[in-house]
């Protein structure tokens, strides 16, 4: 009997001994798959990876497509082109190619390549009527199979910024073209990316496999998930649980979780916490051009201008991690250094600015009239984003202080986009193209049926302000340039269509021994390939 017992007890601690060894196999399996792997929260699908259209995921296409040249805080460098040359003229530049590229699919990368795609997002120039060089580009020339050039109908200094961008200069294997165009959709979605586009599932994730032949050595992490999950607590208690390690402020310029949610992961000792500098400005974006609303004048816009308190939003709101912003573009930003006039927060010159121009106060609580009108709007937000709508509300108290009813509709971002571009809003939230691509693009589009153009076109000088913009974007003359940018940025703070809020920077909590973490010049785009665990 004493024997049995035992061989019971060691054939208990060998199984609980081969248990613990499971148990450590499985830990050990789980830490190595962390080491190699990332899997970023986002809140809407990656949707449509055709490089050459909007719909996409800015990130996501950023880790499979790339351009001629890239954007960086020294300036712009060569990227699929080793190096490139400018006629005197500046019409044309001469770009000479890497030669040991090849599209995910094995399709070799050549001057025939660039043509092709450039051509095609050319063909479709309507489409891109935002950026300007669209507009410039005349012809695309095969000088070889590693040298192409780009011929411009006339000098246009934005050209390789406007290159470098996410989207529509970037390229595409030719076999995923159908009968030659990608205007109407694609076959595949082959780059000459760091990562390869693997698996799609709608609305649940998308992943991202490393390109082990990427010609600039193949990143160090192996696979990159983006799992389509709700903001806020959801993703907050997937980061707890590690069903998600990563996440980001999108191109929405929105954050999946808050600062305090942040903040306690932060502090229990697993994640980290890095912020970029100043890369944007966001903003409300008021519709000069709808003439049946109040929002038309010139005086109501300044009034919320005035009535805002962005300091409070900076601390409260942003706890700081978002500076007041009081221009349309930050200090360190080309051409910005303005002088304009200031507007700090200040109710008692808002409501002095309403009453001088009519709009007069009923009881409290109540919307100021003009002529049987009242004076309301409704202000939109991306549902999506915690901040914008607690931004929002905020900003529905303050202003209704000053006898403004302001409705708030939270909608999401692609529903706020299409209402930009159609013209069917009072104000919603937005933000600046960000550094490095400012001030140029973000002033383009003010003339862009897709972006602004309803946001500027009601003003009194509209047609002074676009003949500025045309001249600024050929001037050659940096000095001339100086003085039409500080017209154009006069003029729009004046007619106050651009509302500022706070500076924005790119957010980004990861695991605690991710190490490589940087920004690029840009708010829509990380260097996943740069990134590895400690």
Known sequence: MKRKSVILWMFLCTMALLAACGETNQENKAASAVRDELIYATAKDIHDMNPHLYTGSMPAQGMVYESLVENTKEGIKPLLAESWDLSEDGRTYTFHLRKDVKFHDGEPFNAEAVKLNIDAVQRNAEKHAWIKL?????NVKVVDEYNVQLILSEAYYPTLVELSMTRPYVFLSPKDFIQGETKDGVNGHNGTGPYKFTEHKIDEYAVFTANEEYWNGPPKIKKITAKVLPAGETTFLAMQKGEVNFVFTDDRGADSIDVQAMNQLVDAGTYQLVRSEAMNTKMIVANSSKSDSPVSETAVREAIWYAIDRETISKDIFEGTEAEANRLFSSNVNYADVELKERGHDPGAAELILEQAGWKKGSVDEARTKSGQQLAMNLYYDSNSSSQKTQAEYIQHALMQIGIKLDIIGEESSSIANRRSTGEYELLFNQTWGLAYDPQSTIAAFTSEAS????????AEADHLYDRIRQVMVSTDEEARKALYAEIMRTVHDEAVFIPISSGSVTVLAP??????T??????ELPFEQMYFE
Request: glycine fraction near 8%; hydrophobic fraction near 30%; charge should be positive.
């Open 452 to 459: 602004y153009l309803h946001t500027t076109k009601g003003i």
């Open 134 to 138: 669209s507009s410039k580009i005349k």
């Open 519 to 524: 920004f690029k010049q840009t708010q829509f």
């Open 512 to 517: 605690k021994n991710l190490k490589g973490i």
